[in-house]
Nanobody
């Protein structure tokens, strides 16, 4: 059993910045990847950023150049630095942990809400 807890969401003006954190705890043996996904009302959940076991980073096209994913392996924590925020970034942001073994579906946090508005 693995638990993910996100924090750092809130209300920010366009052009502003936020930093999200996701701390994992529980029966963690080995992590293949950790990442961030987001979902706005009425829209499908989409990939924001992911970092693999080897440290390779991938970003969704809409956030590339503005967001940065990082990790602290010793703390089982992943971060998402969000800069130059736009209204279209408004969504609930979810943290995901992908184990090297099972379960195949991975683990998801409860989400943290980000609202970008003037």
């Amino acid at each position: 059993q693995v638990q993910l807890v996100e924090s750092g969401g809130g209300l920010v003006q366009p052009g502003g910045s936020l930093r999200l954190s996701c701390a994992a705890s529980g029966s963690i043996f080995s992590i293949n990847a950790m990442g961030w996904h987001r979902q706005a009302p009425g829209k499908q959940r989409e990939l924001v950023a992911v970092i693999s076991r080897g440290g390779v980073r991938n970003y969704g096209e809409s956030v590339k150049g503005r967001f940065t994913i990082s990790r602290d392996i010793a703390k089982n924590t992943v971060y998402l630095q969000m800069d130059s925020l736009k209204p279209e970034d408004t969504a609930v942001y979810y943290c995901k942990l992908e184990p090297t073994t099972v379960p195949a579906t991975g683990y998801w946090g409860q989400g943290t809400s980000v609202t970008v508005s003037s």
